[in-house]
């Protein structure tokens, strides 16, 4: 039973257009939520992340909207980049005593096309 | 070394064998996970030491998985009886603190055969 869901495995963008990553979770008790990039033979690197007490982060090219009625979150990235290219993971935590432990999604794979 | 430093970085080991998989933290970082990914799945929680001592051990699928950090750095993931369904790649993770940011090795990419 999946608690975070990322229902789209791939995604393909041009580049300098907006890419737009969708993420749902279904456990209420999660109030912090984390992008991960992951390339290849590598490990995931922390991107962006939200606090659910926010509905909107933003770092640069990377932006993470959060909607908490509806339990969706969302990256946008813009202009994208080839060097984008990568699978990228939502995750979750909650907040007391599991608060470290991080619930993933799937992942979404993203190729942007020069 | 700068970074979470994970070896082997692949290990192919028939069934029924015990492995051993060593995660090197960032120096200074007291929190120390493990995670599991399977093919097509994320990061599945394993374990999460704080410290020497295994603070939340839940995510274990059973008693052939043991983890163990005796100096409270180094870490080692014990397989035992290794079963083609442990196949997969694992992931070990430090922070300076359980709510602190996570900095993830490469990983050990494991083949049960």
């Known amino acids: 039973d999946q608690q975070v869901k990322q229902n789209s495995p791939s995604l393909s963008v041009q580049e300098g257009r907006i890419s737009i990553l969708n993420c749902d979770y279904t456990n209420s008790m999660f109030d912090y939520f984390l992008w991960y990039k992951k390339y290849p033979a590598e490990g995931p690197t922390f991107l962006i992340s939200i606090s659910s007490i926010k509905d909107k982060n933003e770092d640069g090219r990377f932006t993470v909207f959060l909607n908490k009625s509806a339990k969706h979150l969302s990256l946008h990235i813009v202009p994208s980049q080839p060097g984008d290219s990568a699978v990228y993971f939502c995750a979750a935590s909650g907040s007391g005593a599991g608060s470290y432990q991080l619930t993933f999604g799937k992942g979404t794979k993203l190729s942007v096309i020069p | 070394g700068a970074g979470v430093s994970q070896t082997p970085s692949n290990k192919v080991t028939e069934k029924g064998k015990y492995v051993e998989l060593r995660c090197d933290p960032i120096?200074?970082?007291?929190?120390l996970y493990w995670y599991r990914q399977s093919l097509g799945q994320g990061p599945e929680f394993l374990i999460y030491?704080?410290?020497?001592?295994?603070?939340?051990d839940s995510g274990l699928p059973n008693d052939r998985f043991f983890a163990v950090r005796p100096e409270g750095s180094v870490s080692t993931l014990k397989i035992q009886r290794t079963e083609r369904g442990d196949s997969a790649v694992y992931l070990c993770a430090s922070s300076l603190s359980k709510s602190a940011e996570a900095f993830f090795g490469q990983g050990t990419r494991l083949t049960v055969v």
């Open positions: 030491f704080q410290g020497t001592g295994a603070a939340d």
């Open positions: 120096s200074g970082h007291t929190a």
